[in-house]
Every structure is written in C-alpha cells, then in structure tokens.
C-alpha cells in the first residue's frame, strides 16, 4: 500500500508552480530528452531505473525528465518546484512503486496531474518486508534482477502505446531489442555467479537492497550493515555485534557498501571482522544509477558493475 498525504493547498501548489517557472532551466529535474518537439510524448519518471528503462523502450519518440539524480536516495527525497511543474506538464507519469516514492502521491495531487500514473511494478513478484510500516507494501528495489526489468520496460511500453498508437511499431521495436539485452544481461550474471564456488556466494551489504539479485543467481544473504531496505534505519550496537560474529562465523570475504552512501560504518566492521570492504565510488550501484561516464550510467552497466565486483571480491 503507498502511503497516501494530504493534498497541497491552492495557494501552496500556485506558489511552487510560479517557482518552478522563476528557475527556469535550472531545475533540480534533469530533463534527459533532448530539445524535443510538441510530437514527442512527455514523460516524466521518478527514479533512475525507470528513466533508463523509458528512454530505451521511448527512444526519440519521447521526452523523458528524470526526477530523482544519480546518487540521491530515493525513500525520502524531498520534490521541487520544477517536480511539480514538470508532472503537471506530462503525459505520462512512470513510477518504480512497491511504496518506493512515499512523495509522489502528493507531488501528484499538488500537480493537478490528470494523465496516465504508470506503477512499473505491476506484475512483479514482490518480496515480503519484514512488517514496518516503511515495508509494508514489500522490498521495492525490484530493478535488481532483470526478468523483472523485463516487466518494468513491458509495463512502460504498453503506456506508451495507449497515449501514442501511431508509434506502436516503434515502441515495440525498441521493445523487442532491449529485451535481448535483459536476457543476455541475466545469462551472463549467472555464468559469473556460477565461477564461484556455492560456499563463497555469501553477500554482507550496507542496506537491505540486493534481495531480487540474491534470490535469482542464489546467493546467501548474511545480512545488512543498515538492516532496512530503507537507507535511513540503523543497527544497534548489539546488532552491529551480532553481524561481526556472524560474518566470522560463515566466512564472508567482503562487505560491500554502495557508492551513494558513506562507507564509515561498513569500513568499521570490516576493521572488527577482518575482512576486505568494497566502498567508494566504484562499489555497489544499490538504489540508483551512477552519473554518466561512471560504471552504472546505465542499468546495462550498474548490473554488470555490480556482479564482477562481488564476484571479484568473493574470489579473494
């Protein structure tokens, strides 16, 4: 269930959208379209994934702007003016959903947007949350395995085609070519997974992130240095001393931190438990793409990053 807040005053909602037009071209939006023509289908995406998936499956038949920046957590991000006014201004609306965006539902309403809202989800199987009102619609990072990025695109395509019938054939071309890659992306994770021996699959993470990606290559899961799928949790000291001993005890070579949160607390136990941490910004690409140029520009890239690092560090 997504967690549903008061609509925005009149006069509250009047006041962001006459800043969104004040700042002009210097949204905290990135409008990742290109120049655009009134042919192209507006569309606005809240997350870094789902950007990157409908730019693959729109091509230049859409305009995609991108809310959510590379690096920026998306459990409590906090929409601007410009979020406000590009929703208003879109066709449609792509959402990664399982209870990810906790701030769209008001960023909707304060639009007065009344096209399509696309939950990319639907259709995926969702992992159980472990019952906290933060996780209760489920694990929302869903991106980590690629047959559900496959559902993600097929889900953005199909909108696609509802607001523009005359570039059907288009979209589901581009449907048909990113598809491959999924595939071929997923069979190649598996041939790494399977280099290393079954007793060496076994992830320590910063924050409860990587389920999707654990249960399709089967990896074993020791467990989380933020033990939420939400980045703003925290262990006790107990916990932390729980995970110390459990790291010992099953033998995990690394721990790995993500290049979008401080690796402080991953380095301190990876210091008390005498193993390697992965950290910095080349680590794990957990909740967002990198900036371009880095090695999770893309989910391509973020997925592939991502499995030779484990698969490295596990290896020793």
């Known amino acids: 269930m997504r967690i549903r807040t008061p609509q925005l005053a009149a006069p509250v909602l009047a006041g962001l959208l006459a800043a969104a037009s004040a700042c002009g071209g210097s949204s905290s939006a990135s409008d990742a379209g290109g120049s655009g023509s009134s042919a192209k289908l507006k569309v606005v995406a809240t997350t870094t994934q789902v950007a ?16 959510l920046k590379p690096n920026v957590d998306p459990h409590d991000y906090e929409p601007s003016p410009a979020d ?9 609306v792509l959402e990664n959903g399982v209870g990810l965006e906790r701030w769209l539902d008001q960023t909707i309403k304060s639009a007065g947007f009344h096209g399509a809202l696309v939950d990319t989800s639907k259709g995926v199987a969702v992992r159980k949350g472990n019952g906290s009102d933060e996780e209760a619609a489920g694990d929302p990072h869903i991106w980590h395995n690629p047959k559900n990025a496959e559902i993600m695109s097929r889900n953005i395509t199909a909108a696609f085609e509802a607001k523009d019938q005359a570039d059907k054939a288009t979209y589901e071309a581009n449907l048909t070519s990113y598809t491959a890659k999924l595939q071929q992306l997923d069979s190649w994770i598996a041939q790494q997974i399977g280099t290393l021996p079954a007793d060496q699959r076994k992830l320590v993470t910063n924050h409860d992130a990587f389920g999707y990606y654990i249960d399709r290559y089967h990896l074993t ?8 799928f939400d980045t703003s949790a925290e262990l006790s000291g107990e916990q932390l001393n729980t995970l110390v001993s459990k790291i010992k005890a099953t ?9 979008s949160l401080p690796p402080k607390t991953a380095e301190a136990i990876g210091k008390q438990a005498g193993v390697k941490v992965e950290a910095g910004e080349d680590s794990l690409y957990g909740d967002t793409l990198g900036p371009a140029g880095s090695a999770g520009a893309t ?7 991502n499995t030779t690092t ?4 596990l290896k020793g």
């Open 52 to 67: 990157d998936f409908a730019r693959n499956v729109g091509g230049d038949k859409v305009k995609v702007t991108q809310i």
């Open 310 to 313: 484990i698969v490295t560090a």
């Open 251 to 259: 033998g995990v070579k690394a721990i790995f931190s993500e290049s």
């Open 221 to 228: 899961f020791v467990g989380s240095i933020i033990p939420s």
């Open 84 to 92: 406000v006014q590009a929703i208003a201004e879109a066709d449609v």
């Open 299 to 305: 989910y391509l890239d973020m997925e592939r990053h």
